[in-house]
């Protein structure tokens, strides 16, 4: 079930929220479990036994490594048994028949690959859950008592199958005790409107342009200008549509009394490649920042080692998205790039002016995206040759594209910048009568509109679902 | 609290988001609604049944939110303003549908060219088997004979080159061209504005192009009576979009009294035989999918006998197209039987002996001719 849908909307989150607030405060993580629970197995009704089993492993490794507070080794041996089990299952269930395929076409054999489907959200879960237990052993954090809450954590249904990434220390003392006013709840709804209205009026009306590439791409080269609107319109739709979730996630974090970290901030008005990187998915870089770049050494060994540790999470980076060639390679573009800004092109692109600054990021990151969709080495460099002109500079239906998505695109680029924030933010402050009624209005039109695009569907994916 | 006005504005949006959220459901649940939806001309999804089963296939989960959507309220005027919001966007084809000023024309997609090749190869081992002659008609979609009103670039299948190869593949059979008249006549109603089938004018023409080849002598279009059934008809294109802009089409039942009559029209539904007076099911009339005013809906088998002259009997393999095509053709046969190879499984000699008739056309659309995969089912062993 996916948020944006009739009957997320309409039928499971009034449910929700209508027990959520009946129940009394100490009741309220027992609502959290069961409709995260609930939630999950609308989607996976068998997987979600392995939701329950990676929760109680978790929350046990919790319990022993507070036990044996003085037992250095039985705490190790918690941690690793967790980590070890998180790891496998995750590497079982996304990465075995990637695996198995390669190991097959490499050694000509013929082992049986059991392809197993991937369940939903199973590396945003498995992530969050291994934030409690590594933070726990390092002791930057409490360890939660009582597994209804534990398991509340995890299963929470507005981060459970795709973001942000909450780590368990962010929301450790709301899941004891938080507050839920009138205030959080139309605040949340304004951000869930605002979420609401990325992903179902801009994401879903610009995928279709890409869609449509991308099926003459993979048979072919295409015309320039077919290729360049087409990755562009999925620069645009991979943004709203993750952006879209992430708002409407931390928007009913709000309406449930949590605050939930950001997890974009304008990611297309970056300077650099390591400001996108910033302002992109914050959640996870920072996830594989604490937990694996740092204890890597970071970049306190020298700099060939701050190479290598940059390399090696860049490409872990790339395979978390999914399980291909194509994703290790993204994610090592990502990794050069930034290496070389680090250490040679920082000090010229300081020195550019902003709108070029802004232009070399954009475009690589467009660039990036081609590596992220085009699933082999040979389709990728197909698609580069096409945006260079291999199939011809543009053709009757590429002028179709223009002026059936020209509108949504110029709207797209507006969208994507970061100047509505800032209106809104001085608005605020000289007419707050004013745009409290206008965020009033904004949440009606945005249901209203989004409305009219749920009930009749054909086209609603959401593309961060499949990692 | 710094700053309480803010907080008021903040109350008044939890409290009309909470208000929207809590009152439509109960719109969805609580409200009665009609089992037949009738805009978008489909039965209404019902509640799914919830077992072990179903919850483990997940077809409780995607039957539930079918349920929900064909349940939500005011549904038909949702899909009518998604259409025009998305034309104010700026497309110009909304859920396969052109939208022009003028008419609604359902977009055809590339063809599949195993399928059509299947068909190829079951038409041509069909024309050798049977001792009698065998045509194929092949009817281009408005699709094709407005092309030039089409958005410019807009994508849709050449069905000319494509009739023009299939044609160069017929061996051991004759093929008519219903274009050419098509395309001279585009300016005279020959297809619905607002659904896919061609209107009984536009049927005219392919009888008359038939007429030449099948060897009969086409009775001329000011001889017929036409009868202006029903001037409200809004046909399929109008039910995937709900899109109001263009005029209602007019359903025109043409009829020739100095012709021969229909004595009887035998319907079989796959399981049994029934029998109906008169080509004209006007019952259809006053309901949604008025088209099926031409012999209903379709079935796997229809007969048309009549009182021609003569004892010379025709065979269509055929799409609904034919159902506006066979008033025409029944007033130079003494039987006309239309098979749909879409609703039968088993071979069609079960119910029909091939043997009496005389000639055997296949009569379809280019929509239908290169979505389907069906008319290879004509060569089933009896």
Not at chain 1, 171 to 176: K, L, N, T
């Amino acid at each position: 079930m996916v948020f944006s849908s009739i009957p997320f909307l309409y039928v499971y989150l009034p449910v929700v929220l209508f027990f959520y607030y009946l129940f009394p405060k100490k009741r309220k993580n027992i609502v959290l479990m069961a409709s995260g629970f609930l939630f999950y197995a609308w989607g996976e009704p068998v997987y979600v036994f392995l939701m329950l089993f990676s929760t109680l492993l978790d929350y046990t490794a919790g319990r022993v490594m507070e036990r044996y507070k003085e037992n250095p080794k039985i705490r190790k041996a918690a941690l690793l048994t967790s980590v070890i089990v998180n790891l496998s299952l995750l590497a079982v269930f996304k990465y075995s028949s990637f695996l198995i395929e390669n190991v097959n076409a490499l050694l000509g054999l013929d082992l049986f690959n059991p392809e197993l489907p991937l369940p939903i959200g199973i590396s945003f879960y498995t992530f969050q859950s291994m934030s409690y237990v590594i933070d726990l052993y390092r002791g930057d954090t409490i360890m939660q008592r009582s597994y209804i809450s534990y398991a509340a954590y995890v299963s929470m249904f507005p981060q459970l199958v795709a973001g942000p990434i909450v780590r368990y220390d962010d929301v450790a003392a709301e899941m004891e005790n938080r507050t839920i006013t009138l205030e959080k709840i139309g605040d949340g709804a304004f951000l869930f409107a605002v979420g609401l209205a990325k992903k179902v009026l801009i994401a879903n009306n610009i995928g279709p342009l890409w869609t449509t590439v991308k099926e003459a791409a993979l048979a072919g080269t295409v015309p320039a200008a077919s290729a360049w609107l087409g990755i562009l319109a999925f620069t645009f739709q991979i943004y709203f549509d993750f952006s879209g979730y992430s708002d409407m996630a931390r928007g009913m974090g709000k309406m449930l009394g949590f605050t939930f970290p950001e997890n974009f901030d304008h990611p297309y008005t970056a300077r650099s490649i390591t400001d996108f990187w910033r302002r992109w998915h914050m959640t996870l870089s920072s996830w594989f920042k604490s937990y694996v770049y740092i204890p890597l050494g970071g970049n306190r060994g020298g700099t060939v080692k701050t190479i290598r540790n940059l390399l090696i999470v860049w490409m872990l980076t790339g395979l978390w998205h999914g399980a291909s060639w194509n994703f290790l390679l993204w994610g090592l573009y990502f990794g050069v790039l930034l290496i070389l800004e680090k250490f040679v092109l920082r000090r010229y692109l300081e020195r550019l002016p902003a709108i070029l600054q802004h232009g070399y990021a954009f475009l690589l990151v467009v660039f990036g995206w081609v590596f992220f969709e085009m699933e082999t080495p040979a389709l990728i460099g197909q698609f580069f040759r096409s945006l260079a002109g291999a199939g011809g500079l543009a053709a009757a239906n590429s002028l179709y594209l223009l002026t059936t998505f020209a509108l949504l695109m110029i709207l797209c680029a507006i969208a994507s910048g970061s100047w509505a924030t800032a209106l809104l933010r001085r608005a605020d402050a000289r007419f707050p009568r004013t745009c409290g009624v206008l965020r009033v209005v904004w949440i009606v039109l945005s249901l209203f509109l989004s409305t009219a695009f749920l009930v009749n569907a054909t086209y609603n994916p959401f593309l961060y679902l499949r990692f | 609290m710094k700053n309480p006005r803010k907080l008021k504005a903040a109350h008044v949006s939890a409290a009309v988001f909470l208000f929207l959220i809590f009152l439509t459901p109960i719109l969805i649940f609580a409200v009665p609604k009609p089992v037949f939806l009738e805009d978008e001309n489909k039965e209404r999804t019902p509640f799914p049944s919830f077992n072990l089963t179903t919850i483990r296939d997940k077809t409780f989960m995607s039957g539930f939110e079918d349920y929900a959507a064909d349940a939500f309220p005011f549904r038909s005027e949702w899909i009518g303003l998604q259409t025009r919001l998305l034309l104010a966007m700026g497309q110009k084809e909304v859920n396969g549908v052109y939208i022009l000023p003028d008419r609604l024309i359902q977009r055809v997609g590339e063809a599949d060219v195993q399928k059509v090749s299947n068909s190829v190869r079951a038409i041509n081992q069909f024309a050798a088997r049977f001792d009698g002659a065998t045509y194929l008609m092949l009817i281009p979609t408005a699709a094709e004979i407005y092309r030039s009103e089409l958005p410019a670039g807009a994508p849709t299948l050449d069905e000319k080159a494509l009739i023009d190869q299939v044609y160069a593949q017929a061996d051991g059979l004759a093929t008519i061209d219903a274009y050419s008249s098509l395309s001279a006549n585009r300016d005279s109603s020959i297809y619905y504005r607002s659904d896919h089938h061609w209107t009984s004018r536009g049927a005219y023409l392919g009888y008359s192009a038939l007429g030449s080849q099948l060897g009969f002598t086409a009775v001329p279009i000011d001889l017929f009576n036409v009868e202006h059934a029903s001037h409200s008809f809004r046909g399929s294109s109008y039910s995937k979009v709900i899109y109001d802009g263009v005029e209602a089409d007019t359903i025109n039942l043409y009829s020739y009294p100095a012709g021969p009559g229909v004595t009887g029209v035998s319907i079989f539904d796959g399981r049994e035989w029934s029998e109906h007076d008169g080509l004209y099911f006007r019952e259809y009339l006053e309901q949604k999918d008025k088209y099926a005013t031409f012999l209903g809906q379709n079935q796997p088998i229809i007969t048309i006998r009549t009182d021609a002259p003569g004892d010379s009997r025709l065979l269509v393999f055929k799409d609904s197209y034919s159902h506006s095509l066979a008033p025409f053709l029944a007033l130079h046969y003494s039987e006309v039987t239309l098979i749909d190879l879409r609703y039968l499984r088993s071979s069609f000699e079960n119910y029909v002996d091939l043997d009496r008739y005389d000639q055997v056309l296949f009569c379809y659309n280019m929509s239908n001719f290169t979505e389907e995969d069906v008319i290879k089912f004509v060569n089933l062993e009896k």
